[in-house]
C-alpha cells in the first residue's frame, strides 16, 4: 500500500519557471525524503527532512513540511529542461516499518 | 564511489520460466532493499535486508519469490516460475543506515517482461 500521495499527478511548465509538487500522506512520520526518477533509470535522493524541521532547502530545491496537515511541498526554481523526470515522496514512519513511496509526479519542462 | 549495480539491465523471459536477479550494494552498506515497481507507480518494498539478515519480508510473495544475501553484501532476488503479473522493474538500493527509513541509492533497476 503507497502512504504518500502526490499531486499533480503530471505537471508541464516552461524552462526558467517554478515547479511545485505536493505530497500527502497519512499516518506520523519520523522524515520524508524527495526522490527524482529520470526515465528508465534508478531513484536518486534528492533532500530528506525530518519531522521537526518546516523547511529545508539544497541548490533550487525547496521543501517544506506541515506535520498538523501532513503534507510536504517540494519546489523547484528556475526548471530546466534537465528537471524533467518523476518526482517521488516517501514517508517514513514513525512505527518504524518500512519507507513508502507515493506514487510520484511526472514533471516535463519544455525548453 | 561505485553506485548500486544491477543485472541484467533487461530480461525478457516466458511465463512458467524462472528468472534471477543480482545486486551489489554500495561498499560499506549494510542494509539492502528489494522494490517492484510497476509502469506509472512508485516503488514497492519486496524485502529488506540488515546485514545478510532479511528483517522485513512480509510483502515478499513467498510461493515463487526468493532472495538471499550472501555474507551480507551481494543479493539476488529468484521469481520460479514467473507470472505475467511479474513484468516489472526490480529495483535494488543500499543504505548506509540500519533500520528502514535512512536514504536509500538505487541501482538503475532489472526490467523484467514475462511474455
Known amino acids: 500500500s503507497q502512504q504518500g500521495e502526490e499531486d499533480p499527478q503530471a505537471l508541464s511548465i516552461q524552462e526558467g519557471e517554478n515547479a511545485t509538487m505536493n505530497c500527502s500522506y497519512k499516518t506520523s512520520i519520523n522524515n520524508l525524503q524527495w526522490y527524482r526518477q529520470n526515465s528508465g533509470r534508478g531513484l536518486v535522493h534528492l533532500i530528506l527532512?525530518?519531522?521537526?524541521?518546516r523547511e529545508k532547502h539544497s541548490g533550487r530545491l525547496r521543501v517544506t513540511l506541515d506535520t498538523s496537515k501532513k503534507s510536504s511541498s517540494l519546489l523547484i526554481t528556475a526548471s530546466r529542461a534537465a528537471d524533467t523526470a518523476s518526482y517521488f515522496c516517501?514517508?517514513?514512519?514513525?512505527?518504524?516499518?518500512?519507507?513508502?513511496f507515493g506514487e510520484g509526479t511526472q514533471l516535463t519542462v519544455n525548453p | 564511489e561505485a553506485g548500486v549495480v544491477q543485472s541484467p539491465r533487461y530480461k525478457i523471459i516466458e511465463k512458467k520460466q524462472p528468472v534471477a536477479f543480482w545486486c551489489n550494494p554500495i561498499s560499506g552498506h549494510n542494509t539492502l532493499y528489494w522494490y517492484r515497481q510497476n509502469l506509472g507507480q512508485g516503488p514497492e518494498l519486496l524485502i529488506r535486508y540488515e546485514n545478510e539478515e532479511a528483517v522485513d519480508d512480509s510483502q515478499l510473495p513467498k510461493d515463487r519469490f526468493s532472495a538471499e544475501r550472501l555474507k551480507g553484501v551481494d543479493s539476488t532476488l529468484k521469481i520460479q516460475p514467473a507470472e505475467l503479473g511479474d513484468s516489472a522493474v526490480y529495483l535494488c538500493a543500499s543504505s548506509l543506515w540500519l533500520g528502514p527509513t535512512g536514504e536509500l541509492f538505487f541501482g538503475e533497476g532489472s526490467r523484467l517482461t514475462v511474455l
Open positions: 527532512i525530518r519531522s521537526n524541521e
Open positions: 516517501a514517508t517514513a514512519e514513525t512505527s518504524g516499518s518500512r519507507l513508502t
